[in-house]
């Protein structure tokens, strides 16, 4: 294998690099919605050579605007590219000017293709006794390959000298511009010898030689034994003006004037400023905390210097409390303050177990204080203990006109209520501040947010704490590093909502969002977290234990079928059982090449082969028992008696709530293995569970944003709506309409709302698609509202970039403009699904606001909000009343927003969930 002396001359060849970035994932684009995709592809590749390599000598190369001297010899070369796509030319700009301020010259030279300018400068290289190494993935390249050049190719890991060249091509690199020459080349328009291809091409090479010898004798090329051998020379002579066309056009030019020749092209200091700035535009976040934390990859360590000091923040004001003398100042600006910022220390993230370790506040930017009270390591310093500071603290901490902000005020406000105060005052939270603005723009931590807002890299738990199994609770990290860690913490909540805020407000409608939606259901959620869900651990035991004899009963199927025992749960066997020895067509493959066995693909070769239907279901019968049956014992907490979910307000993009250990969202209910996981969920004794679920929600909002007037008139007369799309669609009356009819119109239904196309409806009910577009047709003459809804909205997400929600949530497609079809196609889908799934999350969650306010103020005793699950909200409500609450429940919620159609809630009763659903 070649191999690589130290220190090589690097040329990368960055038009090559751009052209691959741009059309391999992830595509990017950041919060403003501007792609991204390419500039991370390209710096991702430098920084991979930098670090491998560590040159001193390095040059990135890209093809100048205008035409080349290809252009003058043959008109047509390359005439057929399309032109550079708007996505990717908004690109190129900032692309160069990170890849300068990296230190890397960059070049382009006028009139020569960047293949020239690498081939000249390896040229003089290897006159100066340097040894060039060309990073692309040009197979043109292979041309310039000797003992002083070698190819890599950063995103296959793949590296080239000769002899590699030979393995692959066939020949050495002495004959790829013949190769190329005789195959000619439809990417560049290069014409070659009609009729030649690769496998045709290296015959002739191998058996006779390069151009010069074939045309010395073509009629020795009929004596090969290649396939049309004998027809060979003609073609070879009444093409020879298009070989010596094609040899020129392929051959890479080695003189090419240049101002500056490869001694000179050095490798120079980052400059740090100018990348903090421009990693935070493009929002490459990992990238901007190396640099803040002088991490950077690309930096030099010879001429490095510290990152830019208004990049970060200065922690020398910062103050730690240890006396009453301390805090008493502190408390008065705390009541004096407009808002201030405050942040708990704790021993757990679970707020169940989590003890109070310390407390900090910031009162302006800078001006910030740690207040330890529990840091109990060997000769940690007196600090101030609970029971004398609660009560001091607790009329600032429960004073609702002292306003405070936090980011993920919820587990703070857990926590302290765990020590008896009730947190109020609560005017803003940064992580619902950001998620309001947008809620796709990235993560909403407060790590990411600094860096994405301040251009700070924050102090991270792993730097005071530790990492893995040794990582320290906060009880246990020395003041001296405590301390900074967490009144920065304070510190950059204050500044970042400083920050954030004025952006939320800038639009009334994520102002009323953040207002009436996100931040009053802090409290709410905290409480639910709180009081948990009663389980019954010995009903899921058995559970487990019959899942597992299926398990085993499947498994035994699975190798019967198969012929052989193999992993079920190893995607490598799978593939080796499913494609190389029972040989199922190959569906769709992974991003490296190989067949894919997604839940999707074998979903669709189940319906024709037995083993991947056996392994769905073993799949999904392993998941339930692994995530629920096993593990959902595990999880009741010791004290309590009870398990309590974490439910997240800024994760998904729509709005929606989602939840974890355990993810209440995921528990199937389609099957009766899922079903009756929710009948362990269960209500304590004298109460019983009461699930309140809306019908066919997002139907209902259709019919309001489309205000179609068959489907307002379906659901204001009470009617089946999917037999009443089923009567207009097949032309038949409300009492004739079939079951099968019902489904299909069922799909038809909802496929919509998600952007299903005619091929998608089709492969769901299994007709042709024809039939399924007809249906479809037939449906949109019948609803024209739901059509022009439809259209309305694609056209308003791709003039604004977003969509909004009934009550102005507004959500973000960063694809909407993308020139990649199947990209913007999905973002299109997107754009029509999501306000109507937004605008569910919405009216969940101010069903929730008014539930709980009734709860609070009437209902106290008789009744507790448990679990939001999708659509519903799970009560247990004393036995005795039940009914009657269910029914309150269920006009509460129904009212909690006015539509043009009802909202139509189910509420039902059980001794455990799946009873009540």
């Excluded at 936090?406 to 940064?430: M, P």
């Excluded at 209902?700 to 709506?721: C, Q």
């Excluded at 403009?817 to 029509?832: D, F, H, Q, S, V």
Aim: hydrophobic share 40%; glycine share 6%; with cysteine.
């Amino acid at each position: 294998m070649t191999t690589i002396p130290a220190n090589p001359f690097v040329l990368v060849d960055g038009s090559s690099y751009l052209y691959r970035a741009y059309h391999s994932p992830p595509h990017l684009t950041n919060s403003a919605g501007e792609p991204t995709g390419a500039v991370y592809g390209v710096v991702n590749m430098l920084r991979s050579l930098l670090k491998q390599f560590d040159p001193s000598h390095i040059a990135v190369v890209f093809d100048a605007k205008g035409k080349t001297f290809r252009d003058d010899m043959f008109p047509e070369y390359k005439a057929q590219r399309p032109s550079m796509p708007d996505d990717l030319r908004c690109q190129i700009a900032p692309l160069h000017e990170i890849i300068r301020n990296m230190g890397l010259p960059l070049l382009m030279v006028d009139g020569v293709e960047a293949d020239d300018v690498i081939g000249t400068l390896a040229r003089q290289a290897a006159a100066e006794g340097r040894h060039t190494l060309i990073s692309t993935g040009d197979k043109d390249m292979a041309q310039l390959v000797d003992e002083h050049v070698t190819l890599i190719n950063t995103m296959t890991d793949t590296v080239m000298g000769p002899v590699e060249v030979e393995q692959k091509y066939g020949i050495p690199p002495t004959l790829i511009i013949d190769f190329l020459a005789l195959m000619g080349d439809k990417v560049d328009n290069i014409p070659g010898v009609p009729g030649v291809g690769e496998k045709t091409a290296l015959a002739m090479l191998q058996g006779i030689g390069g151009l010069d010898a074939l045309y010395a004798d073509p009629d020795a090329v009929a004596t090969l034994g290649f396939r049309g051998a004998k027809t060979m020379p003609t073609k070879l002579r009444d093409n020879q003006a298009a070989a010596d066309m094609s040899y020129k056009l392929a051959t890479i030019k080695l003189d090419v004037p240049l101002e500056k020749l490869p001694e000179q092209l050095t490798r120079t200091a980052p400059d740090k400023d100018a990348l903090v700035k421009l990693f935070g535009q493009m929002e490459f976040r990992r990238w901007l905390a190396e640099i803040l934390d002088g991490e950077g990859e690309q930096a030099n360590p010879v001429t490095d210097s510290p990152a830019s000091s208004a990049a970060a923040i200065d922690r020398s004001g910062y103050q730690t409390l240890f006396t009453k003398a301390d805090l008493m100042p502190w408390l008065e600006k705390l009541a004096a303050a407009p808002l201030f910022a405050i942040d708990t220390e704790t021993t757990s993230l679970d707020v169940q177990e989590a003890k109070l370790v310390g407390i900090s506040f910031a009162v302006a930017p800078g001006e910030a204080a740690y207040l330890p009270l529990g840091h109990d390591y060997l000769g940690a310093p007196v600090q101030l203990s609970l029971a004398d500071i609660l009560p001091l603290l607790k009329p600032v901490l429960e004073d609702p006109k002292i306003l405070k902000v936090g980011q993920n005020l919820k587990y703070d406000l857990a926590v302290l209520s765990n020590h008896g105060i009730e947190l109020a005052g609560i005017a803003f939270d940064t992580m619902l501040e950001s998620y309001v603005f947008n809620s796709v723009a990235g993560r909403h931590d407060m790590d990411s947010l600094a860096l994405k807002y301040l251009s700070h890299k924050a102090i991270s738990f792993e730097e005071v704490a530790g990492k893995g199994a040794k990582q320290l609770t906060f009880n246990q990290i020395e003041m001296d590093q405590a301390a900074p860690y967490a009144a920065e913490d304070a510190d950059i909540t204050l500044r970042l909502h400083q920050t954030i805020w004025p952006k939320v407000e800038a639009d009334a409608s994520l102002t009323k969002v953040f207002n009436d939606i996100e931040l009053p259901l802090v409290p709410v959620l905290s409480r639910m977290e709180r009081h948990g869900v009663l389980i019954d651990s010995a009903m899921l035991a058995g559970q487990s234990d019959e899942l597992g004899i299926r398990l085993a009963e499947l498994e035994k199927e699975a190798f019967a079928v198969a012929g052989e025992e193999f992993n079920l749960s190893s995607p490598k066997q799978l593939q080796a059982i499913l494609f190389d020895k029972l040989s199922l067509p190959v569906l769709k493959k992974t991003p490296k090449g190989a067949p894919s066995t997604a839940e999707e693909t074998l979903q669709e070769l189940a319906l024709d082969y037995p083993l991947p239907k056996l392994i769905l279901e073993y799949r999904g019968l392993a998941k339930l028992k692994s995530t629920y049956t096993d593990k959902l014992p595990r999880m009741v907490n010791a004290g309590s008696g009870r398990v309590h979910t974490s439910y997240h307000q800024a994760v998904t993009a729509t709005g929606r709530l989602s939840s974890s250990d355990p993810n209440l969202q995921n528990i199937p209910i389609r099957t009766a293995e899922g079903r009756r996981v929710r009948q362990a969920f269960i209500a304590p004794a004298g109460r019983v569970i009461v699930a309140a679920d809306y019908s066919q929600i997002e139907l209902r909002i259709m019919a309001h944003l489309s205000k179609d007037a068959g489907l307002l008139k379906a659901f204001k007369e009470g009617l089946d709506v999917h037999k009443a799309t089923a009567a207009e669609v097949f032309g038949v009356t409300l009492d004739e309409v079939t079951t099968e009819q019902r489904r299909r119109a069922k799909a038809i239904n909802f496929g919509l709302i998600y952007g299903m196309s005619a091929f998608g409806l089709s492969k769901q009910l299994g007709i042709p698609r024809h039939e399924a577009q007809s249906y479809m047709d037939t449906y949109f003459e019948r609803y024209p509202g739901v059509l022009e809804y439809m259209e309305r909205t694609r056209k308003e997400a791709e003039q604004q970039g977003y969509v909004e929600t009934l009550f102005g949530r507004r959500l973000h497609l960063p694809d909407i403009k993308a020139r990649n079809m199947a990209r913007k196609k999905a973002a299109e889908r997107a754009a029509i699904n999501a306000p109507m799934q937004g605008t569910a999350a919405d009216i969940i969650k101010l069903a929730m606001l008014k539930v709980d306010h009734w709860i609070q103020t009437e209902g106290k005793q008789r009744l507790v909000m448990v679990m939001q699950v999708h659509d519903e909200l799970v009560f247990e409500v004393e036995q005795a009343q039940a009914d009657a609450l269910a029914k309150t429940l269920s006009q509460l919620m129904s009212d909690a927003v006015e539509l043009d159609v009802p909202l139509l809630v189910e509420a039902g009763i059980g001794d455990n969930w799946d009873q009540a659903h």
